[in-house]
Structure formats: structure tokens, C-alpha cells
């Protein structure tokens, strides 16, 4: 199966010229402001998605992820026309926890109308599939474990678990997540039955703490049902202090690579 992440420079420019440094707080700038000089059809996965050129102040240097509103799919289980938000919504929330799991993303108008961008993460491409590194015990992955179980993530294959050239881990594609209903589907099984780290049970406990500014932060994205369920599951994870039993029939992901 192609891979967006590993053709994304072909796609768009042709050449693979490596993403520049960039920060958190510059990178959102970018996102917001800059004009969208290319977008490609990337001709697979069942909802639109675009691979882009941004360029601030005639320069092309950076590259993007734009997944409008108009080319969503409708799915008997998510409410229409909510895929994009849902990709906003798990950015601010893993921002909120200080996780740094989800690529910068915002949401702006483009040349296929409202949507979510998202900051290309130039891939290791050697390692983004290598099943024995993504089944390892580290804190990183085990931070994307709970990531998933907090956001109810119907969608974490192997593809979407991104290992960037500068060692980083990343998760992408969080369009079906916060859904009311049980709907966890992840590849990433090694932490099932075992103890929660320390630290990031007191990351859970300070979201709780904070519970009306997230609440006041994803209202736009997210229904007060929704809201409530991802507060519940996390209450609930505190309470268990470790991961829940998945079970293969209900928890492995349709085409799980």
C-alpha cells in the first residue's frame, strides 16, 4: 500500500527536498497565513486528502496535509462532515496534555473550501513500518497507547504511527476519534493489561483538573456528548491505573498496515 508520507515530495514538487526546521508557535503561523500554491490529489484512502505547497513571502519551503470538509466520506457512525474538526480537535488536545503526538494543524479555508492542514512530517523512511520498532515498551509509544484510549481512535494502523527523521514520534490521521461509542482500533497492543506510567496518569489527572478549559477549547469541534465520553474514559483510565483488555475481534483496525 503507497504510503502519503513517503511520496508526499513527489507528489507535490517533484523532488525531495527536506522539510526546514521550524517551530511549534512558526509552523501554526505558517498554517494560518500562507498561500496554498499546490494541491495534489493523493489517489488513494476513501476520503480526500491533498498533498500541498505553502508559501509565505514568495518562498515554497514548506509542505502540508489538507483534508477538506466537501471530501469527506459519510460514515453511518460519525456525524457528517466532522472528520476535519476531529483532526483539529486531537491536535489541541494533545497540545493541551504537552504530548507533541499530532503535527500542528489548524483549520482554514482552501481551494476545496474549509478544512484541516497539517504540517508534513518528514518521515525515516527506513523505520516508519519496522514492526519491531513500533512494538517496543517506551515512553513515546506508550504516550500514543493512551493518546488513542483517551481519544477513542477507530483508526491507529501501523501507517499512521510516523517516526521523523529527527527521532520524533508522531500519530496521524485522527479524523475518526471521540466518538461516544466504544470504537478503539490500534495495531499497538504491547501495553494491554500492564500499568499506566506514573507521569502520565498525573497528565491525566491535570486534564481532568482542567476539565472546563478543554471543554471551552473543543467546543467547537466536538458535541457536549462527545466531551463528556473523553472525560469519562479518561476518569477511567485514572480509576484502572493501567490499560484495558482489547480483544481481536473488535480491536485491530481494518487493513491494520
Known amino acids: 500500500m503507497p504510503d502519503l508520507h513517503l ?3 513527489d507528489e507535490v514538487s517533484g523532488e525531495a527536498l527536506p522539510q526546514p526546521e521550524i517551530s511549534e508557535d512558526e509552523a501554526l503561523h505558517v ?25 509565505v513571502e514568495d518562498r515554497q519551503d514548506h509542505m502540508a496535509i489538507y483534508k477538506p470538509m466537501r471530501g469527506e466520506r459519510p460514515l453511518w457512525d460519525f456525524p457528517v462532515h466532522t472528520l476535519y474538526l476531529r483532526e483539529h480537535a486531537a491536535y489541541l488536545l494533545s497540545k493541551r496534555l504537552g504530548w507533541g503526538i499530532v503535527p500542528p ?18 518521515p525515516a523512511a527506513e523505520r516508519e513500518e519496522d514492526y519491531e520498532f ?11 497507547v493512551l493518546f488513542d484510549h483517551i481519544t477513542n481512535n477507530a483508526d491507529r494502523k501501523l501507517s499512521h504511527c510516523l517516526l521523523s527523521v529527527d527521532g ?17 482500533k490500534t495495531v499497538l497492543w504491547q501495553y494491554v493489561g500492564q500499568p499506566i506510567d506514573a507521569d502520565l496518569l498525573r ?4 486534564l481532568c483538573a482542567d476539565e472546563s478549559c478543554v471543554r471551552a477549547e ?26 484495558p483488555r482489547l ?10 498496515w
Not at 105 to 122: A, F, K, M
Not at 203 to 206: A, E, H, I, R, T
Not at 247 to 256: A, C, K, M, Q
Open 7 to 9: 511520496r508526499l515530495h
Open 31 to 55: 498554517l494560518r497565513v500562507a498561500e496554498i500554491t499546490t494541491a495534489t490529489l493523493v489517489p488513494w484512502g476513501s476520503n480526500y486528502t491533498f498533498a500541498v505547497a505553502l508559501e
Open 105 to 122: 494543524t489548524v483549520v482554514r479555508d482552501g481551494p476545496h473550501g474549509i478544512g484541516s492542514l497539517q504540517l508534513y512530517i518528514e
Open 134 to 144: 513500533w512494538g517496543q515498551q517506551r515512553i513515546e509509544i506508550e504516550r500514543m
Open 168 to 184: 520524533r514520534i508522531w500519530g496521524i490521521d485522527h479524523g475518526l476519534t471521540f466518538n461516544t461509542d466504544p470504537k478503539l
Open 203 to 206: 497528565d491525566l489527572q491535570k
Open 218 to 243: 473543543l467546543a467547537q469541534h466536538l458535541t457536549t456528548a462527545e466531551l463528556d465520553a473523553l472525560f469519562d474514559r479518561t476518569r477511567t483510565l485514572l480509576a484502572l491505573e493501567r490499560f
Open 247 to 256: 480483544r481481536p475481534d473488535r480491536n485491530i483496525p481494518y487493513g491494520w
